[in-house]
């Protein structure tokens, strides 16, 4: 299962990219790829289990 906070957005203001990329809405910010990864729960790797906004997020720690 994706990330429900996990976007992906070729734009970022008035800026353009040719490729969509990783956007975290809890963090309000674009991120790097390997943070996707684990959005994406890709090799073995799971949001809920190993990315800490997620967990932060879902506890009300924001």
């Not at 910010?29 to 997020?57: K, S, T």
């Amino acid at each position: 299962m994706v990330c429900p906070h996990l976007a992906y957005r070729k734009t970022n203001g008035d800026r353009s990219f040719a490729e969509a990329r990783a956007f975290c809405t809890v963090v309000d910010e674009f991120v790097q790829p390997m943070r996707a990864d684990i959005c994406n729960d890709r090799f073995a790797l799971d949001h809920a289990a190993h990315c800490e906004i997620y967990r932060g997020h879902e506890e009300g720690e924001e």
